[in-house]
């Protein structure tokens, strides 16, 4: 055997540790991803739950009134995400404790008002509307800042790093959701539902503090408003356009067509519920991974959101394959009434999911860039096809065209998504040559 000359020792000695630290560094971020996938698992199947339960108890159009007051609480829970959370973990992820603490106590308590405000409002909307409406957002108002605050510290713990305490945060809220559930099945009304999902959310965001030992601070909003002003009114817009674009089909959807379709696009999501949590599992640790992946080794960012988001719409596909052949007993038995509604919607829902999924990581990309801009006129888009294949498939062919509507839309938004992610890679790319030439 020729021995090794000098040049190759020290070439071997410097590749050992580079690729020890690559597979440590592979090894770290596989274990932050199976925390999210371990913490969205907790709270999908506390929301799959939630869904079933609620279905089976009360019947299709009880369960669309439920449903409405579900997606409001999406909207809100987008606004404060937009304002508080997404610049936390944009801006604040894997750096110093210090750093990081005060960081959270600004954005927690940015929830927290963001909660107690949009709280106030929906009490107020509730109180007005009455009917079989009116009071199920009237509950929903009361219970806003404790849901909030509970998802605050989901995103400030993976901006640390800490999937772990997200999880058990989750699994807190999980378990004070059966008794809650068992109460509010005695009094049998939609607004007692409300309640007990809400007041669980509430323990688990006063457990949040107890975790982190951070105090949220209403105080300091204002500033952390003004401070991320750059990256939080954009990510409000892009957010609210999202959540606010799901609200607008449901309601037009409930008009349209009738309160019990929301109630069976509800449910058909519901059979999706495993999937979702892995998508959105994902989601609260794909924004730090990606802007990770862009500190130590920007070239591969691309190829990195390229995997996510083929992995997520794959996923989604085999998911909703299987679903084809649930027998009707057993769907039966998980939806109850609505099940046979809910059913003919399933091939559309998963192409929609398989579309969102494989945005999902174009969006990641752009999020870890910082480039605002881009993902906001890709969510405006993406939103305006959403509301308009969802409402103009309803006026065509009631549910089963609103799904195929938004099924389209949503393969259409997630093209434009990784349209704009190449240009943004691209002029990243343009920015920096001229840097490096003159060094």
């Given at each position: 055997m020729t021995p090794m000359t000098t040049e190759e020792e020290k070439a071997t000695a410097s590749a050992a540790p580079a690729g020890h630290a690559r597979r440590t560094a592979k090894r770290a971020m596989a274990g932050r991803l199976s925390w999210g996938l371990a913490d969205q698992a907790a709270s999908s199947m506390s929301n799959f739950a939630v869904g079933i339960y609620v279905a089976r108890s009360l019947g299709v159009t009880a369960f669309g009134v439920f449903s409405l007051a579900w997606v409001t609480y999406g909207v809100v829970l987008n606004v404060s995400r937009g304002l508080a959370t997404d610049p936390l973990v944009v801006r604040f992820s894997g750096v110093s404790d210090t750093s990081w603490r005060g960081a959270v106590s600004r954005a927690s308590g940015t929830a927290l008002g963001v909660g107690t405000a949009l709280g106030a409002a929906c009490l107020l909307v509730g109180l007005g509307l009455g009917g079989s409406v009116g009071p199920a957002f009237a509950c929903l108002g009361v219970m806003l800042p404790g849901l909030l605050l509970q998802d605050a510290w989901r995103f400030s713990f993976f901006a640390a790093g800490s999937g772990r305490k997200a999880f058990v945060n989750d699994l807190v809220w999980g378990i004070a959701l059966v008794p809650a559930m068992v109460v509010a099945a005695q009094v049998g009304s939609v607004p007692a539902f409300v309640l007990a999902w809400g007041a669980s959310a509430a323990v688990a965001a006063a457990y949040g503090c107890l975790q982190s030992g951070v105090r949220p601070r209403m105080t300091e909003a204002r500033g952390w408003l003004r401070e991320q002003r750059d990256l939080g009114y954009r990510y409000l817009v892009e957010n609210v356009s999202l959540s606010g674009a799901s609200q607008l089909r449901a309601y037009g959807l409930g008009a349209i067509?009738?309160?019990?379709?929301?109630?069976?696009?509800?449910?058909?999501?519901?059979?999706?519920?495993?999937?979702?949590?892995?998508?959105?599992?994902?989601?609260?640790?794909?924004?730090?991974?990606?802007?990770?992946?862009?500190?130590?080794?920007?070239?591969?960012?691309?190829?990195?959101?390229?995997?996510?988001?083929?992995?997520?719409?794959?996923?989604?596909?085999?998911?909703?394959?299987?679903?084809?052949?649930?027998?009707?007993?057993?769907?039966?038995?998980?939806?109850?009434?609505?099940?046979?509604?809910?059913?003919?919607?399933?091939?559309?829902?998963?192409?929609?999911?398989?579309?969102?999924?494989?945005?999902?990581?174009?969006?990641?990309?752009?999020?870890?860039?910082?480039?605002?801009?881009?993902?906001?006129?890709?969510?405006?888009?993406?939103?305006?096809?959403?509301?308009?294949?969802?409402?103009?498939?309803?006026?065509?062919?009631?549910?089963?065209?609103s799904a195929w509507g938004v099924a389209a839309a949503t393969l259409s938004g997630s093209a434009v998504w990784w349209l704009q992610l190449r240009s943004a890679l691209r002029e990243r790319h343009h920015n920096l040559v001229p840097e490096v030439r003159t060094a």
């Amino acid at each position: 055997m020729t021995p090794m000359t000098t040049e190759e020792e020290k070439a071997t000695a410097s590749a050992a540790p580079a690729g020890h630290a690559r597979r440590t560094a592979k090894r770290a971020m596989a274990g932050r991803l199976s925390w999210g996938l371990a913490d969205q698992a907790a709270s999908s199947m506390s929301n799959f739950a939630v869904g079933i339960y609620v279905a089976r108890s009360l019947g299709v159009t009880a369960f669309g009134v439920f449903s409405l007051a579900w997606v409001t609480y999406g909207v809100v829970l987008n606004v404060s995400r937009g304002l508080a959370t997404d610049p936390l973990v944009v801006r604040f992820s894997g750096v110093s404790d210090t750093s990081w603490r005060g960081a959270v106590s600004r954005a927690s308590g940015t929830a927290l008002g963001v909660g107690t405000a949009l709280g106030a409002a929906c009490l107020l909307v509730g109180l007005g509307l009455g009917g079989s409406v009116g009071p199920a957002f009237a509950c929903l108002g009361v219970m806003l800042p404790g849901l909030l605050l509970q998802d605050a510290w989901r995103f400030s713990f993976f901006a640390a790093g800490s999937g772990r305490k997200a999880f058990v945060n989750d699994l807190v809220w999980g378990i004070a959701l059966v008794p809650a559930m068992v109460v509010a099945a005695q009094v049998g009304s939609v607004p007692a539902f409300v309640l007990a999902w809400g007041a669980s959310a509430a323990v688990a965001a006063a457990y949040g503090c107890l975790q982190s030992g951070v105090r949220p601070r209403m105080t300091e909003a204002r500033g952390w408003l003004r401070e991320q002003r750059d990256l939080g009114y954009r990510y409000l817009v892009e957010n609210v356009s999202l959540s606010g674009a799901s609200q607008l089909r449901a309601y037009g959807l409930g008009a349209i067509v009738g309160v019990g379709a929301v109630g069976a696009v509800r449910g058909a999501e519901l059979l999706m519920g495993p999937f979702l949590a892995v998508l959105m599992g994902l989601s609260l640790v794909t924004v730090p991974e990606a802007a990770r992946v862009l500190r130590q080794a920007p070239q591969r960012l691309g190829k990195f959101c390229l995997l996510l988001g083929g992995g997520q719409a794959t996923a989604a596909l085999l998911w909703g394959g299987s679903l084809l052949l649930l027998p009707d007993r057993l769907g039966e038995l998980v939806l109850g009434d609505v099940w046979p509604s809910a059913s003919q919607l399933i091939v559309a829902i998963t192409l929609g999911v398989a579309g969102a999924g494989l945005g999902t990581g174009a969006a990641a990309g752009l999020r870890a860039l910082g480039a605002a801009r881009r993902s906001l006129r890709c969510q405006l888009f993406a939103s305006a096809c959403y509301v308009g294949g969802g409402l103009g498939g309803a006026v065509v062919a009631g549910t089963v065209g609103s799904a195929w509507g938004v099924a389209a839309a949503t393969l259409s938004g997630s093209a434009v998504w990784w349209l704009q992610l190449r240009s943004a890679l691209r002029e990243r790319h343009h920015n920096l040559v001229p840097e490096v030439r003159t060094a």
